[in-house]
DNA sequence: TCTTGCATACTAACATGTTAGCTTGGGCCT
DNA sequence: AGGCCCAAGCTAACATGTTAGTATGCAAGA
Protein backbone atom coordinates (compact mmCIF):
# COMPACT_ATOMS: atom_id res chain seq x y z
CA UNK A 1 0.00 0.00 0.00
CA UNK A 2 2.84 2.25 0.89
CA UNK A 3 4.42 3.88 -2.46
CA UNK A 4 7.80 2.79 -2.75
CA UNK A 5 9.92 5.92 -4.10
CA UNK A 6 10.49 4.83 -7.75
CA UNK A 7 13.79 5.48 -9.09
CA UNK A 8 15.09 8.68 -8.74
CA UNK A 9 17.25 10.16 -12.16
CA UNK A 10 20.27 11.60 -11.13
CA UNK A 11 18.56 15.30 -11.11
CA UNK A 12 14.75 15.98 -11.30
CA UNK A 13 13.49 18.05 -13.92
CA UNK A 14 11.71 19.92 -11.39
CA UNK A 15 12.26 20.84 -7.31
CA UNK A 16 9.39 19.19 -5.73
CA UNK A 17 9.06 19.62 -1.97
CA UNK A 18 6.61 17.42 -0.29
CA UNK A 19 5.00 19.33 3.06
CA UNK A 20 5.34 17.24 6.17
CA UNK A 21 3.07 14.82 7.29
CA UNK A 22 0.51 16.13 10.01
CA UNK A 23 -1.62 14.94 12.29
CA UNK A 24 -5.32 15.22 11.61
CA UNK A 25 -6.77 18.84 13.31
CA UNK A 26 -9.20 17.76 15.69
CA UNK A 27 -12.71 18.21 15.15
CA UNK A 28 -13.21 21.57 17.94
CA UNK A 29 -11.71 23.31 15.04
CA UNK A 30 -14.41 23.22 12.63
CA UNK A 31 -18.06 23.90 13.11
CA UNK A 32 -20.91 21.56 12.09
CA UNK A 33 -22.10 18.09 12.39
CA UNK A 34 -19.28 15.47 13.66
CA UNK A 35 -19.43 14.02 9.95
CA UNK A 36 -19.26 17.66 8.46
CA UNK A 37 -16.27 18.14 10.98
CA UNK A 38 -14.40 15.13 10.14
CA UNK A 39 -15.51 15.70 5.99
CA UNK A 40 -13.02 18.89 7.03
CA UNK A 41 -10.60 17.34 8.99
CA UNK A 42 -9.52 14.89 6.27
CA UNK A 43 -10.28 17.10 3.55
CA UNK A 44 -7.76 19.69 4.81
CA UNK A 45 -5.39 16.89 5.17
CA UNK A 46 -5.27 15.79 1.66
CA UNK A 47 -5.05 18.83 0.35
CA UNK A 48 -2.10 19.88 2.48
CA UNK A 49 -0.80 16.69 1.67
CA UNK A 50 -0.48 14.89 4.59
CA UNK A 51 -2.08 12.14 3.55
CA UNK A 52 -0.58 11.40 0.37
CA UNK A 53 -1.68 10.34 -3.37
CA UNK A 54 -2.15 6.35 -3.09
CA UNK A 55 -2.16 6.44 1.08
CA UNK A 56 -4.34 3.93 2.16
CA UNK A 57 -6.85 5.37 4.50
CA UNK A 58 -7.76 3.43 7.40
CA UNK A 59 -11.03 3.95 9.05
CA UNK A 60 -10.65 2.38 12.17
CA UNK A 61 -7.00 4.83 12.89
CA UNK A 62 -9.05 7.82 11.86
CA UNK A 63 -11.76 7.04 14.01
CA UNK A 64 -9.83 6.76 16.73
CA UNK A 65 -7.48 9.71 16.20
CA UNK A 66 -10.52 11.88 16.22
CA UNK A 67 -12.65 10.10 18.78
CA UNK A 68 -15.73 9.16 16.80
CA UNK A 69 -17.78 5.85 15.29
CA UNK A 70 -17.52 4.97 11.96
CA UNK A 71 -20.61 6.75 10.99
CA UNK A 72 -19.06 9.97 10.82
CA UNK A 73 -16.41 8.88 9.32
CA UNK A 74 -18.08 7.08 6.40
CA UNK A 75 -20.11 9.83 5.12
CA UNK A 76 -17.30 12.48 5.50
CA UNK A 77 -15.12 9.43 3.41
CA UNK A 78 -18.18 9.38 0.83
CA UNK A 79 -18.51 13.15 -0.05
CA UNK A 80 -14.60 12.89 -0.55
CA UNK A 81 -15.10 10.13 -3.15
CA UNK A 82 -17.89 12.69 -4.55
CA UNK A 83 -15.46 15.14 -5.01
CA UNK A 84 -13.04 12.32 -6.07
CA UNK A 85 -10.19 13.39 -3.38
CA UNK A 86 -10.44 9.58 -2.39
CA UNK A 87 -11.24 6.70 -4.51
CA UNK A 88 -13.50 3.80 -2.65
CA UNK A 89 -12.29 0.43 -4.09
CA UNK A 90 -15.64 -1.59 -2.58
CA UNK A 91 -14.87 -4.26 -0.02
CA UNK A 92 -11.20 -3.42 -0.24
CA UNK A 93 -9.95 -0.28 0.76
CA UNK A 94 -10.03 3.56 0.54
CA UNK A 95 -7.29 5.43 -1.06
CA UNK A 96 -6.61 9.16 -1.53
CA UNK A 97 -6.49 9.43 -5.00
CA UNK A 98 -3.73 10.21 -7.41
CA UNK A 99 -3.26 13.04 -9.44
CA UNK A 100 -4.69 12.60 -12.85
CA UNK A 101 -3.85 15.60 -15.52
CA UNK A 102 -7.05 14.55 -17.12
CA UNK A 103 -8.80 15.71 -14.08
CA UNK A 104 -6.43 18.54 -13.70
CA UNK A 105 -7.18 20.01 -16.76
CA UNK A 106 -10.71 19.56 -16.83
CA UNK A 107 -11.10 21.37 -13.49
CA UNK A 108 -8.99 24.08 -14.92
CA UNK A 109 -11.75 24.43 -17.98
CA UNK A 110 -14.77 24.26 -15.79
CA UNK A 111 -13.35 27.11 -13.11
CA UNK A 112 -12.31 29.15 -16.45
CA UNK A 113 -15.80 28.66 -17.18
CA UNK A 114 -17.21 29.99 -14.40
CA UNK A 115 -14.96 32.55 -13.75
CA UNK A 116 -15.25 34.15 -17.01
CA UNK A 117 -19.22 33.79 -16.72
CA UNK A 118 -18.61 35.49 -13.57
CA UNK A 119 -16.16 38.49 -14.27
CA UNK A 120 -18.38 38.89 -16.84
CA UNK A 121 -21.33 39.62 -15.39
CA UNK A 122 -19.88 41.42 -12.63
CA UNK A 123 -18.02 44.08 -15.22
CA UNK A 124 -21.76 45.06 -15.81
CA UNK A 125 -23.11 44.90 -12.28
CA UNK A 126 -20.28 46.16 -9.52
CA UNK A 127 -21.36 48.81 -7.18
CA UNK A 128 -18.50 51.30 -6.47
CA UNK A 129 -18.90 49.71 -2.29
CA UNK A 130 -17.37 46.30 -4.13
CA UNK A 131 -15.11 47.92 -6.19
CA UNK A 132 -13.94 49.30 -2.97
CA UNK A 133 -13.48 45.84 -1.79
CA UNK A 134 -11.28 44.64 -4.87
CA UNK A 135 -9.01 48.02 -5.01
CA UNK A 136 -8.29 47.45 -1.15
CA UNK A 137 -7.67 43.94 -1.73
CA UNK A 138 -5.09 45.09 -4.90
CA UNK A 139 -3.58 47.47 -2.50
CA UNK A 140 -3.17 44.81 -0.10
CA UNK A 141 -1.37 42.11 -2.48
CA UNK A 142 1.22 45.20 -3.56
CA UNK A 143 2.28 46.00 0.13
CA UNK A 144 2.83 42.05 0.26
CA UNK A 145 4.65 41.66 -2.49
CA UNK A 146 6.72 44.72 -1.25
CA UNK A 147 7.64 42.54 2.00
CA UNK A 148 8.12 39.30 -0.14
CA UNK A 149 5.08 37.82 1.70
CA UNK A 150 4.59 35.34 -0.12
CA UNK A 151 2.19 32.77 1.44
CA UNK A 152 0.39 36.57 2.40
CA UNK A 153 0.29 37.29 -1.36
CA UNK A 154 -1.12 33.95 -2.06
CA UNK A 155 -3.98 34.17 0.48
CA UNK A 156 -5.16 37.45 -1.16
CA UNK A 157 -5.09 36.57 -4.42
CA UNK A 158 -7.22 33.37 -3.75
CA UNK A 159 -9.62 35.95 -1.76
CA UNK A 160 -9.75 38.31 -4.99
CA UNK A 161 -10.95 35.46 -7.26
CA UNK A 162 -13.54 35.01 -4.32
CA UNK A 163 -14.47 38.33 -4.07
CA UNK A 164 -15.11 38.20 -8.02
CA UNK A 165 -17.59 35.10 -7.16
CA UNK A 166 -19.66 36.31 -4.77
CA UNK A 167 -20.45 39.58 -6.64
CA UNK A 168 -22.59 37.52 -8.94
CA UNK A 169 -24.91 37.36 -5.99
CA UNK A 170 -24.91 33.46 -6.82
CA UNK A 171 -24.18 31.78 -3.36
CA UNK A 172 -22.91 28.29 -5.20
CA UNK A 173 -20.79 29.64 -7.41
CA UNK A 174 -17.77 30.08 -5.33
CA UNK A 175 -18.00 26.91 -3.49
CA UNK A 176 -18.32 25.17 -6.69
CA UNK A 177 -15.33 26.83 -8.32
CA UNK A 178 -13.42 25.59 -5.25
CA UNK A 179 -14.35 22.22 -5.38
CA UNK A 180 -14.07 22.09 -9.32
CA UNK A 181 -10.80 23.84 -8.74
CA UNK A 182 -9.74 21.41 -5.89
CA UNK A 183 -7.61 19.47 -7.73
CA UNK A 184 -5.44 22.19 -9.30
CA UNK A 185 -4.75 23.43 -5.48
CA UNK A 186 -3.56 20.56 -4.50
CA UNK A 187 -1.14 20.24 -7.39
CA UNK A 188 -0.10 23.79 -6.98
CA UNK A 189 1.36 24.25 -3.81
CA UNK A 190 4.17 21.81 -4.81
CA UNK A 191 6.06 23.71 -7.15
CA UNK A 192 7.47 26.68 -6.67
CA UNK A 193 6.38 30.28 -8.29
CA UNK A 194 8.95 30.77 -11.17
CA UNK A 195 11.33 33.94 -11.37
CA UNK A 196 9.08 36.91 -11.42
CA UNK A 197 5.68 35.22 -11.85
CA UNK A 198 4.34 36.82 -8.71
CA UNK A 199 5.05 39.96 -10.25
CA UNK A 200 3.33 38.88 -13.47
CA UNK A 201 0.39 37.50 -11.29
CA UNK A 202 0.32 41.16 -9.80
CA UNK A 203 0.11 42.94 -13.38
CA UNK A 204 -3.01 40.29 -14.12
CA UNK A 205 -4.74 41.10 -11.41
CA UNK A 206 -4.57 44.80 -11.86
CA UNK A 207 -5.68 44.14 -15.56
CA UNK A 208 -8.47 42.45 -14.34
CA UNK A 209 -9.71 45.52 -12.06
CA UNK A 210 -8.91 48.06 -14.73
CA UNK A 211 -11.46 46.28 -17.01
CA UNK A 212 -13.88 45.49 -14.29
CA UNK A 213 -13.61 49.83 -13.05
CA UNK A 214 -14.28 50.48 -16.85
CA UNK A 215 -17.17 48.30 -16.87
CA UNK A 216 -16.13 46.74 -20.24
CA UNK A 217 -16.94 43.01 -19.67
CA UNK A 218 -15.25 41.63 -23.14
CA UNK A 219 -12.08 43.05 -21.57
CA UNK A 220 -12.76 41.37 -18.40
CA UNK A 221 -13.05 38.12 -20.08
CA UNK A 222 -10.18 38.23 -21.43
CA UNK A 223 -7.65 39.54 -18.58
CA UNK A 224 -9.11 37.02 -16.66
CA UNK A 225 -8.50 34.22 -19.29
CA UNK A 226 -5.22 35.31 -19.82
CA UNK A 227 -4.30 35.25 -16.02
CA UNK A 228 -6.17 31.66 -16.10
CA UNK A 229 -4.29 30.39 -18.39
CA UNK A 230 -1.01 30.64 -17.15
CA UNK A 231 -1.27 28.07 -14.32
CA UNK A 232 -1.54 25.29 -16.34
CA UNK A 233 1.56 25.74 -18.11
CA UNK A 234 3.14 25.55 -15.28
CA UNK A 235 1.81 22.39 -13.72
CA UNK A 236 2.14 19.82 -16.56
CA UNK A 237 5.61 19.44 -15.86
CA UNK A 238 4.90 18.37 -12.39
CA UNK A 239 3.54 14.81 -13.95
CA UNK A 240 6.68 14.12 -15.35
CA UNK A 241 9.44 14.89 -12.78
CA UNK A 242 6.83 12.99 -9.90
CA UNK A 243 4.52 10.30 -11.65
CA UNK A 244 4.65 8.60 -8.19
CA UNK A 245 2.24 11.04 -7.62
CA UNK A 246 -0.38 10.37 -10.65
CA UNK A 247 -2.63 8.11 -11.76
CA UNK A 248 -1.26 5.86 -14.81
CA UNK A 249 -2.93 6.80 -17.83
CA UNK B 1 -42.76 42.54 -8.96
CA UNK B 2 -45.30 43.85 -11.24
CA UNK B 3 -47.35 41.38 -13.05
CA UNK B 4 -47.49 42.50 -16.59
CA UNK B 5 -50.93 43.19 -18.22
CA UNK B 6 -50.70 39.99 -20.51
CA UNK B 7 -53.73 38.21 -18.81
CA UNK B 8 -57.31 38.98 -18.71
CA UNK B 9 -58.05 38.56 -14.94
CA UNK B 10 -60.45 35.89 -14.73
CA UNK B 11 -58.41 32.99 -16.10
CA UNK B 12 -55.54 32.25 -14.01
CA UNK B 13 -51.99 32.90 -15.22
CA UNK B 14 -50.78 29.96 -16.04
CA UNK B 15 -52.16 26.44 -16.51
CA UNK B 16 -50.43 24.31 -14.24
CA UNK B 17 -51.05 20.66 -13.86
CA UNK B 18 -48.89 18.61 -11.70
CA UNK B 19 -48.05 15.12 -12.60
CA UNK B 20 -50.23 12.46 -10.51
CA UNK B 21 -48.33 11.33 -7.43
CA UNK B 22 -46.48 7.64 -8.03
CA UNK B 23 -44.98 4.93 -5.89
CA UNK B 24 -41.07 4.81 -5.85
CA UNK B 25 -39.79 3.17 -8.84
CA UNK B 26 -38.63 -0.29 -7.44
CA UNK B 27 -34.30 -0.88 -6.60
CA UNK B 28 -33.96 -3.32 -9.18
CA UNK B 29 -34.26 -0.72 -12.13
CA UNK B 30 -31.19 0.85 -10.92
CA UNK B 31 -27.54 -0.18 -10.75
CA UNK B 32 -24.84 0.31 -8.30
CA UNK B 33 -24.43 -0.11 -4.28
CA UNK B 34 -27.89 0.01 -2.50
CA UNK B 35 -27.62 3.75 -1.64
CA UNK B 36 -27.14 4.79 -4.88
CA UNK B 37 -30.59 2.93 -6.14
CA UNK B 38 -31.93 4.75 -3.18
CA UNK B 39 -30.91 8.07 -4.80
CA UNK B 40 -31.28 7.52 -7.62
CA UNK B 41 -35.13 6.50 -7.04
CA UNK B 42 -35.66 8.95 -4.57
CA UNK B 43 -34.38 11.79 -7.23
CA UNK B 44 -36.84 10.38 -9.81
CA UNK B 45 -40.06 10.73 -7.91
CA UNK B 46 -38.56 14.64 -6.36
CA UNK B 47 -38.00 15.26 -10.06
CA UNK B 48 -41.11 13.56 -11.74
CA UNK B 49 -43.50 15.45 -9.13
CA UNK B 50 -44.35 12.62 -7.43
CA UNK B 51 -42.70 13.96 -3.98
CA UNK B 52 -43.54 17.82 -3.84
CA UNK B 53 -42.27 20.88 -3.08
CA UNK B 54 -43.28 20.90 0.91
CA UNK B 55 -43.73 17.16 1.91
CA UNK B 56 -42.09 15.09 4.51
CA UNK B 57 -39.74 12.76 3.69
CA UNK B 58 -41.06 9.66 6.29
CA UNK B 59 -37.82 7.51 6.45
CA UNK B 60 -39.52 4.85 7.68
CA UNK B 61 -41.78 4.79 4.52
CA UNK B 62 -39.29 4.99 2.32
CA UNK B 63 -37.49 2.01 4.18
CA UNK B 64 -40.55 -0.14 4.10
CA UNK B 65 -41.42 0.48 0.77
CA UNK B 66 -37.89 -0.17 -0.64
CA UNK B 67 -37.21 -2.92 1.61
CA UNK B 68 -33.71 -1.53 2.91
CA UNK B 69 -32.86 -0.33 5.96
CA UNK B 70 -32.00 3.38 7.08
CA UNK B 71 -28.76 3.61 6.12
CA UNK B 72 -28.56 3.74 2.41
CA UNK B 73 -31.93 5.86 3.06
CA UNK B 74 -29.68 8.38 5.10
CA UNK B 75 -27.04 8.13 3.01
CA UNK B 76 -29.04 9.11 -0.24
CA UNK B 77 -31.47 11.86 1.59
CA UNK B 78 -27.68 13.08 2.37
CA UNK B 79 -26.94 13.43 -1.22
CA UNK B 80 -29.84 15.06 -2.23
CA UNK B 81 -29.47 17.45 0.66
CA UNK B 82 -25.99 18.38 -1.11
CA UNK B 83 -27.90 19.08 -4.19
CA UNK B 84 -30.44 20.74 -2.61
CA UNK B 85 -33.57 18.68 -3.46
CA UNK B 86 -34.44 18.07 -0.12
CA UNK B 87 -33.99 20.28 2.93
CA UNK B 88 -32.71 18.79 6.34
CA UNK B 89 -33.79 20.07 9.55
CA UNK B 90 -32.12 18.81 12.30
CA UNK B 91 -33.61 16.78 15.04
CA UNK B 92 -37.15 17.35 13.19
CA UNK B 93 -37.62 16.26 9.64
CA UNK B 94 -36.31 16.12 6.07
CA UNK B 95 -38.52 18.26 3.53
CA UNK B 96 -39.02 18.01 -0.55
CA UNK B 97 -37.09 21.23 -1.52
CA UNK B 98 -39.79 24.36 -2.69
CA UNK B 99 -38.59 25.67 -5.88
CA UNK B 100 -36.91 29.03 -5.19
CA UNK B 101 -36.05 31.32 -8.12
CA UNK B 102 -33.23 32.36 -7.11
CA UNK B 103 -32.24 29.13 -7.21
CA UNK B 104 -33.74 28.37 -10.37
CA UNK B 105 -31.59 31.83 -11.97
CA UNK B 106 -28.12 30.48 -10.19
CA UNK B 107 -28.87 26.57 -12.11
CA UNK B 108 -29.43 28.60 -15.05
CA UNK B 109 -26.34 31.04 -15.18
CA UNK B 110 -24.35 28.02 -14.43
CA UNK B 111 -25.64 26.08 -16.97
CA UNK B 112 -24.86 29.10 -19.39
CA UNK B 113 -21.24 29.31 -18.01
CA UNK B 114 -20.79 25.81 -18.87
CA UNK B 115 -22.20 25.41 -21.68
CA UNK B 116 -21.26 28.39 -23.71
CA UNK B 117 -17.78 26.89 -22.56
CA UNK B 118 -18.02 23.78 -24.12
CA UNK B 119 -19.73 24.96 -27.02
CA UNK B 120 -17.19 27.56 -27.69
CA UNK B 121 -14.61 24.72 -26.90
CA UNK B 122 -16.31 22.14 -29.42
CA UNK B 123 -16.26 24.71 -32.24
CA UNK B 124 -12.64 24.77 -32.32
CA UNK B 125 -11.93 20.56 -32.02
CA UNK B 126 -15.62 19.45 -33.41
CA UNK B 127 -14.44 15.99 -35.64
CA UNK B 128 -16.36 15.01 -38.91
CA UNK B 129 -17.49 12.11 -36.63
CA UNK B 130 -19.00 14.15 -34.16
CA UNK B 131 -20.85 16.93 -36.63
CA UNK B 132 -22.59 13.11 -37.86
CA UNK B 133 -24.09 12.46 -34.62
CA UNK B 134 -25.04 16.34 -34.30
CA UNK B 135 -26.84 16.66 -37.83
CA UNK B 136 -28.41 13.05 -37.29
CA UNK B 137 -29.84 14.27 -34.04
CA UNK B 138 -30.96 17.37 -35.41
CA UNK B 139 -32.80 15.38 -38.05
CA UNK B 140 -34.16 13.38 -35.91
CA UNK B 141 -36.00 16.22 -34.05
CA UNK B 142 -37.17 17.54 -37.53
CA UNK B 143 -38.97 14.28 -37.94
CA UNK B 144 -40.38 14.58 -34.19
CA UNK B 145 -41.42 17.47 -35.09
CA UNK B 146 -43.86 16.51 -38.24
CA UNK B 147 -45.20 13.69 -35.77
CA UNK B 148 -46.25 16.25 -32.86
CA UNK B 149 -44.25 13.88 -30.70
CA UNK B 150 -43.06 16.82 -28.40
CA UNK B 151 -42.26 14.15 -25.67
CA UNK B 152 -39.43 12.62 -28.00
CA UNK B 153 -38.44 16.49 -29.21
CA UNK B 154 -37.95 16.83 -25.49
CA UNK B 155 -35.80 13.98 -25.11
CA UNK B 156 -33.78 14.88 -28.50
CA UNK B 157 -33.63 18.22 -27.31
CA UNK B 158 -31.33 17.54 -23.85
CA UNK B 159 -29.27 14.93 -26.07
CA UNK B 160 -28.35 17.23 -28.24
CA UNK B 161 -27.11 19.29 -25.34
CA UNK B 162 -25.34 16.44 -23.61
CA UNK B 163 -23.90 15.44 -27.07
CA UNK B 164 -22.22 18.90 -27.44
CA UNK B 165 -21.12 19.09 -23.53
CA UNK B 166 -19.47 15.43 -23.83
CA UNK B 167 -17.42 16.48 -26.70
CA UNK B 168 -15.22 18.65 -24.83
CA UNK B 169 -13.72 15.52 -23.43
CA UNK B 170 -14.54 16.23 -20.05
CA UNK B 171 -16.50 13.56 -18.46
CA UNK B 172 -17.79 15.55 -15.24
CA UNK B 173 -18.91 18.89 -17.18
CA UNK B 174 -22.42 16.74 -18.72
CA UNK B 175 -22.48 15.78 -15.08
CA UNK B 176 -22.19 19.12 -13.50
CA UNK B 177 -24.36 20.88 -15.70
CA UNK B 178 -27.47 18.90 -15.42
CA UNK B 179 -26.97 18.73 -11.83
CA UNK B 180 -26.80 22.35 -11.84
CA UNK B 181 -30.13 22.84 -14.24
CA UNK B 182 -31.72 20.40 -11.64
CA UNK B 183 -33.85 23.12 -10.21
CA UNK B 184 -34.65 24.75 -13.48
CA UNK B 185 -35.87 21.39 -15.28
CA UNK B 186 -38.07 20.38 -11.93
CA UNK B 187 -39.80 23.77 -12.50
CA UNK B 188 -39.88 23.38 -16.48
CA UNK B 189 -42.03 20.17 -16.58
CA UNK B 190 -44.90 22.57 -14.82
CA UNK B 191 -45.48 24.42 -17.68
CA UNK B 192 -46.65 23.96 -21.34
CA UNK B 193 -44.58 25.17 -24.05
CA UNK B 194 -45.97 28.64 -25.37
CA UNK B 195 -47.63 27.79 -28.50
CA UNK B 196 -44.79 27.77 -31.47
CA UNK B 197 -42.44 27.74 -29.22
CA UNK B 198 -41.29 24.29 -29.99
CA UNK B 199 -40.32 25.63 -33.41
CA UNK B 200 -38.15 28.04 -32.21
CA UNK B 201 -36.42 25.96 -30.64
CA UNK B 202 -35.56 23.70 -33.30
CA UNK B 203 -34.48 27.12 -35.30
CA UNK B 204 -32.05 27.73 -32.61
CA UNK B 205 -30.98 23.87 -32.30
CA UNK B 206 -30.38 24.51 -36.17
CA UNK B 207 -28.32 27.66 -35.58
CA UNK B 208 -25.96 26.21 -32.98
CA UNK B 209 -25.20 23.45 -34.97
CA UNK B 210 -24.92 25.82 -37.73
CA UNK B 211 -21.58 27.55 -36.12
CA UNK B 212 -20.26 24.56 -34.64
CA UNK B 213 -20.06 23.70 -38.29
CA UNK B 214 -18.46 26.61 -39.25
CA UNK B 215 -16.13 25.96 -36.87
CA UNK B 216 -16.76 29.64 -35.57
CA UNK B 217 -16.62 29.80 -31.63
CA UNK B 218 -17.53 33.40 -31.43
CA UNK B 219 -21.29 32.14 -33.37
CA UNK B 220 -21.79 29.41 -31.48
CA UNK B 221 -21.06 31.12 -28.17
CA UNK B 222 -24.13 33.28 -29.18
CA UNK B 223 -26.61 30.76 -30.66
CA UNK B 224 -26.31 29.24 -27.47
CA UNK B 225 -26.25 32.07 -25.29
CA UNK B 226 -29.55 33.17 -27.49
CA UNK B 227 -30.71 29.56 -27.05
CA UNK B 228 -30.36 29.27 -23.22
CA UNK B 229 -31.72 32.75 -22.86
CA UNK B 230 -35.02 31.89 -23.26
CA UNK B 231 -36.18 29.35 -21.06
CA UNK B 232 -35.67 31.71 -17.95
CA UNK B 233 -37.98 34.35 -19.08
CA UNK B 234 -40.83 31.21 -19.42
CA UNK B 235 -40.13 30.29 -15.42
CA UNK B 236 -40.65 33.50 -13.89
CA UNK B 237 -44.14 33.72 -14.21
CA UNK B 238 -44.78 30.13 -12.63
CA UNK B 239 -43.75 31.78 -9.31
CA UNK B 240 -46.84 34.39 -9.21
CA UNK B 241 -49.30 31.50 -10.22
CA UNK B 242 -47.84 28.86 -8.19
CA UNK B 243 -46.88 30.34 -4.67
CA UNK B 244 -47.40 27.68 -2.78
CA UNK B 245 -44.45 25.53 -4.46
CA UNK B 246 -41.72 27.86 -4.05
CA UNK B 247 -39.70 29.27 -1.08
CA UNK B 248 -40.99 32.55 0.30
CA UNK B 249 -39.00 35.04 -0.07
C1' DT C 1 -59.83 33.53 26.09
C1' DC C 2 -55.07 33.28 26.21
C1' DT C 3 -50.88 31.75 28.04
C1' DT C 4 -47.74 28.41 30.21
C1' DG C 5 -45.71 24.08 31.37
C1' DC C 6 -45.17 19.37 30.69
C1' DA C 7 -45.65 14.74 28.63
C1' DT C 8 -45.51 12.52 24.33
C1' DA C 9 -44.26 11.31 19.88
C1' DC C 10 -41.82 12.28 16.37
C1' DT C 11 -37.03 13.12 14.02
C1' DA C 12 -31.77 13.27 12.72
C1' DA C 13 -27.46 11.93 14.29
C1' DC C 14 -24.48 8.84 16.12
C1' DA C 15 -22.79 4.15 17.91
C1' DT C 16 -22.33 -0.53 17.25
C1' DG C 17 -23.28 -5.18 15.43
C1' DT C 18 -23.41 -8.12 11.08
C1' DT C 19 -22.60 -9.61 6.40
C1' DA C 20 -20.28 -10.44 2.23
C1' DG C 21 -16.49 -9.84 -0.90
C1' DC C 22 -11.69 -8.92 -2.03
C1' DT C 23 -6.76 -9.55 -1.09
C1' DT C 24 -3.06 -11.89 0.69
C1' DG C 25 -0.06 -15.30 2.26
C1' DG C 26 1.21 -19.82 3.27
C1' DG C 27 1.17 -24.61 2.58
C1' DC C 28 0.44 -28.39 -0.53
C1' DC C 29 0.73 -30.63 -4.75
C1' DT C 30 3.10 -31.08 -9.18
C1' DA D 1 11.27 -24.56 -7.79
C1' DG D 2 6.91 -23.01 -9.22
C1' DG D 3 1.99 -22.75 -9.55
C1' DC D 4 -2.47 -23.49 -7.29
C1' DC D 5 -5.86 -23.57 -3.70
C1' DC D 6 -7.78 -22.45 0.54
C1' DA D 7 -8.31 -20.01 4.68
C1' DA D 8 -7.56 -16.02 7.45
C1' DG D 9 -7.93 -11.20 7.87
C1' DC D 10 -8.75 -7.19 5.94
C1' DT D 11 -12.46 -3.95 4.06
C1' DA D 12 -16.98 -1.47 2.61
C1' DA D 13 -21.72 -1.88 2.93
C1' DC D 14 -25.65 -2.65 5.35
C1' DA D 15 -28.66 -3.45 9.63
C1' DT D 16 -29.97 -2.17 14.03
C1' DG D 17 -29.69 -0.08 18.65
C1' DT D 18 -29.25 4.45 21.25
C1' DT D 19 -29.29 9.32 22.23
C1' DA D 20 -30.77 13.85 22.21
C1' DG D 21 -33.23 17.66 20.39
C1' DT D 22 -37.68 19.67 18.45
C1' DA D 23 -42.60 20.18 17.54
C1' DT D 24 -47.18 19.31 19.15
C1' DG D 25 -51.16 18.82 21.90
C1' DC D 26 -53.44 19.02 26.06
C1' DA D 27 -54.43 20.48 30.51
C1' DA D 28 -54.05 23.70 34.16
C1' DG D 29 -53.85 28.35 35.62
C1' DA D 30 -54.43 33.54 34.87
Known amino acids: MQDAPRQAPEVPA ?14 DAFAGSLAQRVYASL ?61 IREGAFLRE ?8 NVAQTITEDELTQLRHNLRLQQALLD ?5 G ?16 GYRRVAALAETSWVH ?4 RQLILPAPGRVQSTYAEHQAILAAIEARD ?4 RAATRLHLGQLIGFLEPLALARPDLFEPD
Chains 1, 2 share one sequence.
Do not use: W
Request: glycine content about 2%; aromatic content about 6%; overall charge negative.
Open 113 to 120: ALELAAVE
Open 184 to 187: VNRA
Open 153 to 168: FYQTDAAMHELILSFT
Open 43 to 103: REAILSMSFRPGDSLRKPEICAQLGVSRSPVSEAVTRLAVEHLVRIVPQTGTYVARFSLAE
Open 147 to 151: DDDFD
Open 14 to 27: LEVQLPPRRPLRPL
Open 217 to 220: PVAA
